[in-house]
């Protein structure tokens, strides 16, 4: 749902009111980049000597700035076009509170223009919001500030249908040169660093002319030379100071761009990791990142030293000829024009190579994952093969990157050799008709032959720039996506409440669910062919373990995922201990809940570190119980290491039972009220299966307890049995009730020899 924060096809209005609005978006534009509480204290400032406007007065600079500024529909375009209003009204001597809110769905945070407490025009959902801070009009005693706005200014994200990833994503520079935000101290060093030894450089040729002049009374050691040697010596000093601060400060970028990339991977809603390969990400975490370091060197380096030697020497040029300088500089502008043009092409050939990258390692990664069964089936040719096709294609992007690459010195070259020879033939010709002397026209060489290192240092910045922002544009489009707390949504939201929902419980009322996200709006009835759970109702109580069975596919585990708020559902309601379950946050939920996932994955580490993930408040002597509880005590029994024996990477160091278990323990330790276990005993002997239904009941004891599973032998004496299949549940009671009245329950029972009255 795309909330019309302004409106989309604002009134018409003067062209007096558009270049207000226009004043007032380049007034305001600093503000944005401000804290919340910053721009808070600006405008009361700015409001509070004028007196209020009208309703209609704000809504002409609302359509004006609305007409000038194109979109609105996220966090960033609300902000800009409510702080261009404020100012707006400023400028015409009247002011306004200007707030921002949470919103409940779908949008995190919002801003607002008021008149008089009343949001300017603005439809009926804006009073759903929960106000962050407003600016009143009248006094500063007036202010109401309930907080800051949380998570920062953190980027937009957006919902709408618009915003489905292009293909190529594009990043500017300058969305690549705020990754340097936090070094600014440093950055100023290097750019007087690079000042300074471009002064030293361009001081250099005239040094020299004297020193050839001073010769012809014979070689003498004077202060020319002197200088010379000194400034020649320090602008090495202060070059490389310069190059090992810039790559301070790329290092400082890579591991920002990594950092950030990881905490909002951490974070993305688990149905993003649906279509997408870990592969993939983790190649824009490690090869991505590290492209950005080479941009910035190259850029910084171009745009310091190498631009003020450029700019020092026009001038130097300029004043020599003015025509000569125009002349050569229409060669270079036409070079650069060129090179532009190909850093564009460069940046898209680099995506590619990227993307090509992520898809190698996804497959290498995959089988590294699979190599057991790719072994045993005798497959290993075949996956090699694979590999060895997709590296080969990344090899030709990769030739094809350096074709283009390659062509940008030559180009750079050539452009710069017939600059010279368009110097000195219109140079020459100058001398001959008398508009220049020959000492000139060798000065003005001298000068450009000077330019023309950083000239090429500049068009090789373009270069490695565009490959750069091909590797950036990788990482934004990950760091574009919306994290899972963008959907959260607060306490208010608690809608219908449910009698029958009480504390410890989880209540499914007539829960829809489908993996393929439902346009807005679209009619649940009509797409029920997409839906895996179909109205979908059950309850599980405290002290009582609850059973979810049916045949493979039938939904099972999605009942659980939607416990957890790994996905949101269709249609109907989740109560969670009494609750809505979207009431929560999902760090309070999850705390309510321990989820033992279907393969019982176990983390790289120790044993302890897999007791102890999210509990860290469980003594050694715990530990030891639990795993004796659930069969496990000899794993410590035979490692010196106890409980800080090392578990291979995903537990391949133990067998899937023993992981099975492992995963239980780690319930059993655990301070949650409800425990969701989804086939925990697939690969367990009759002998542990005991064991283990022995510490479920344990568990049942003093949570809610819902088990999904296939084996009915473990789940026979629940307390209640729910029969799922093909997303609807067909049946409820106990063992001996389903025996008796669903005929799938029945059938299931006999397949496996349980289809005895107990
Ligand atoms: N992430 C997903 N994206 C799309 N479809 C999915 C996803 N996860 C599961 N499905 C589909 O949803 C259906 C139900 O899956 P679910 O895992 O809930 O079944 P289940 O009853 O637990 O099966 P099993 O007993 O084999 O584990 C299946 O048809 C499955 O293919």
Avoid at 268 to 295: H, K, T, W, Y
Wanted: overall charge neutral; proline content about 3%.
């Amino acid at each position: 749902m795309n909330i019309p924060l302004f409106p989309e096809q604002p009134e018409e209005v003067s062209t007096g009111a558009i270049w207000l609005a226009r004043l007032a978006l380049l007034l305001s534009a600093p503000l944005n980049w401000l804290s919340p509480r910053m721009m808070e204290k600006i405008l009361s400032r700015l409001v509070r000597k004028y007196p209020p406007a009208t309703e209609e007065e704000v809504k002409v600079i609302r359509d004006a700035v609305c007409t000038v500024s194109r979109r609105c529909r996220s966090q960033e375009g609300c902000l800009r076009r409510s702080l261009a209003v404020a100012v707006g009204t400023w400028l015409k001597r009247r002011s306004v509170s200007w707030c921002t809110g949470y919103a409940l769905e779908p949008f995190r945070a919002h801003a607002w223009v008021e008149v008089n407490n009343n949001p300017v025009g603005e439809p009926e959902e804006v009073r759903s919001y929960s106000k962050v801070i407003s600016v009143t009009n009248t006094s500063e005693n007036e202010e109401k500030s309930q907080g800051e706005l949380e998570s920062n200014n953190s980027k937009p994200n957006e919902l709408g249908q618009e915003d489905q990833p292009v293909h190529i994503p594009r990043a500017s520079i300058r969305q690549l040169f705020a990754l340097t935000k936090g070094h600014n101290l440093e950055f100023s060093l290097v750019l007087i660093l690079g000042i300074l030894s471009a002064a030293l450089t361009l001081l250099q040729p005239n040094l020299v002319a004297d020193i050839v002049e001073q010769s012809n009374t014979g070689f003498t050691i004077s202060s020319s030379l002197v200088f010379l040697i000194l400034s020649l010596t320090t602008a090495m000093v202060l070059t490389t100071i310069q190059y090992y601060m810039l790559q301070k400060i790329g290092e400082g970028v890579v591991y920002e761009a990594r950092t950030n990339l990881i905490s909002h991977l951490f974070r993305l809603p688990i149905f993003e990791f649906d279509n997408r390969s870990v592969g993939d990400m983790l190649s824009r975490i490690s090869g991505d990142s590290s492209r950005l370091r080479m941009a910035l060197i190259q850029g910084t380096i171009a745009l310091t030293s190498g631009s003020f030697i450029v700019v020092g020497a026009a001038i130097g040029l300029a004043l020599k000829d003015s025509f000569l300088f125009l002349t050569a500089l229409a060669t270079i502008l036409l070079s650069f024009i060129g090179i532009l043009f190909m850093s564009n092409i460069i940046q898209k050939a680099s995506f590619r190579v990227q993307k090509e990258l992520g898809k190698l390692s996804e497959l290498v990664e995959r089988d590294l994952h699979a190599i057991r069964t790719i072994r045993s089936t005798n497959a290993t040719s075949i996956e090699e093969e694979k590999a060895t096709q997709q590296a080969e294609h990344l090899r030709k992007l990769g030739i094809r990157l350096a074709k283009i690459q390659s062509f940008m010195t030559p180009i750079s070259n050539m452009s710069i050799q017939i600059c010279g020879l368009i110097v000195l033939g219109i140079g020459g010709y100058r001398v001959s008709m008398g508009y220049m002397t020959i000492e000139d026209l060798i000065a003005f060489a001298l000068l450009l032959y000077i330019m023309i290192g950083p000239v090429g240092q500049i068009f090789g910045a373009f270069s490695g720039i565009g490959e750069s922002l091909g590797a950036f544009a990788r990482i934004r489009e990950l760091l574009d996506l919306a994290i899972e707390s963008d959907y959260d949504t607060n306490t208010k939201v608690t809608t219908i409440s449910n009698p029958s929902a009480r504390k410890g419980m989880v209540v499914f009322e007539k829960v829809s669910f489908g993996y393929k996200k439902l346009e807005f709006g679209a009619d649940i009835a009509q797409k029920e062919a997409e839906m895996i759970l179909k109205e979908v109702s059950l309850s599980a109580e405290y002290g009582k373990r609850t059973a979810i069975v049916g045949p493979s596919g039938a939904g099972k585990s999605t009942v659980l995922q939607l416990i957890e708020r790994f996905y949101d559902p269709d249609g109907g309601y989740i109560y969670v201990d009494g609750k809505d379950h979207r009431s929560y946050s999902r760090e309070e939920l999850r705390n309510l809940i321990t989820y033992v996932e279907q393969n019982a994955p176990v983390l790289p580490g120790t044993l302890r570190d897999n007791l102890l993930i999210g509990n860290t408040d469980v003594s050694d002597q715990e530990c030891y119980d639990v795993l004796k509880e659930v069969n496990l005590n000899y794993l410590i029994e035979r490692s010196p290491d106890k409980l800080d024996m090392k578990i291979g990477d995903s537990g391949m160091t133990l067998s899937g039972g023993e992981r099975q278990r492992l995963a239980l323990a780690r319930s059993l330790l655990s301070n949650s009220k409800i425990v969701l276990l989804d086939e925990l005993t697939s690969n367990l002997d009759s002998l542990n299966e005991v064991v283990m239904k022995k510490a479920v009941d344990k568990l049942r004891e003093s949570k809610t307890v819902i088990v999904v599973a296939h084996r009915l032998s473990t789940i026979v004496d629940s307390d209640i049995i729910y029969v799922l299949e093909h997303g609807r549940i067909v049946g409820s009671g106990n063992h001996n009730e389903l025996l008796d009245k669903v005929p799938l329950y029945r059938e299931l029972a006999k397949e496996q020899f349980l289809d005895k009255v107990i």
